[in-house]
């Protein structure tokens, strides 16, 4: 099946700086790419579709200026979370469709756990 | 918005039992699909099922669109099927995903 990479898998950072986390997918070209965010013990919230060469569409609530996505080609989503506090501390986890994979169904990363100190 | 309620919300299993889990939505809903989390985080596709009845192994899945509710079949549990069971549904032609609260699975040996 297809195969979406994150990286980093856990990344921990002080408060006020930014992280970058990179989604890919392996085996197949991904016009469109998720970005979710799941908090403990709960379920996944959509932040963002990430379009290749056009800009994110985010969620409502979610601050596009904080939570800065780039698609730059057809397999890497960026998601860079900009001065980051403690309440942005979650496990993010990116999903991609491969349109030629037949049935409408999603790949997901393996996640990326941030903990903000 | 749609309303989805997943049942039940937990889950602890006898190593070789059988359970069964149910997705209830509020409205109409597109493309609905269930995923398994493990424990490390790592969400896998199980069935893309807007309606009908699938089967995969030990796992199966009924959804009847016309009464809103699609239903996971686990037989002879495994520990490895511990985790939580997601159900969730296609908001847009995007492909972008409503989740369910989850079923946290654990399966003891």
């Known amino acids: 099946g297809a195969v979406v990479s994150q990286h980093p898998s856990r990344v921990i950072c002080k408060s006020g700086t930014s992280v970058k986390i990179e989604c890919r997918s392996l085996d197949f070209q991904a016009t469109t790419m998720f970005w979710y965010r799941q908090f403990p013990k709960q379920s996944l919230m959509l932040m963002a579709t990430s379009n290749e060469g056009s800009k994110a569409t985010y969620e409502q609530g979610v601050e596009k200026d904080k939570f800065l996505i780039n698609h730059a080609s057809l397999t890497l989503s960026t998601l860079t979370v900009t001065s980051a506090h403690p309440e942005d501390s979650s496990f993010y986890i990116c999903s991609a469709r491969d349109p030629g994979g037949g049935a409408r169904t999603q790949y997901f990363g393996p996640g990326t756990r941030l903990t903000v100190l | 918005g749609i309303q989805v309620e997943q049942s039940p919300p937990d889950l602890i299993l006898q190593e070789g039992a059988n359970s069964t889990l149910r997705c209830n939505f509020s409205d109409s809903v597109n493309n609905l699909q269930w995923f398994h989390q493990n424990p490390w985080g790592q969400l896998i596709n199980l069935f893309y099922?807007?309606?009908g009845t699938k089967q995969n192994g030990r796992l199966s899945a009924t959804t009847v669109a016309t009464e809103r509710y699609s239903l996971l079949y686990i037989s002879s549990s495994q520990t490895t099927d511990s985790g939580v069971y997601f159900c969730a549904y296609e908001t847009d032609s995007w492909g972008k995903l409503q989740f369910g609260a989850g079923t946290q699975v654990v399966v003891t040996p």
């Open positions: 099922i807007p309606s």
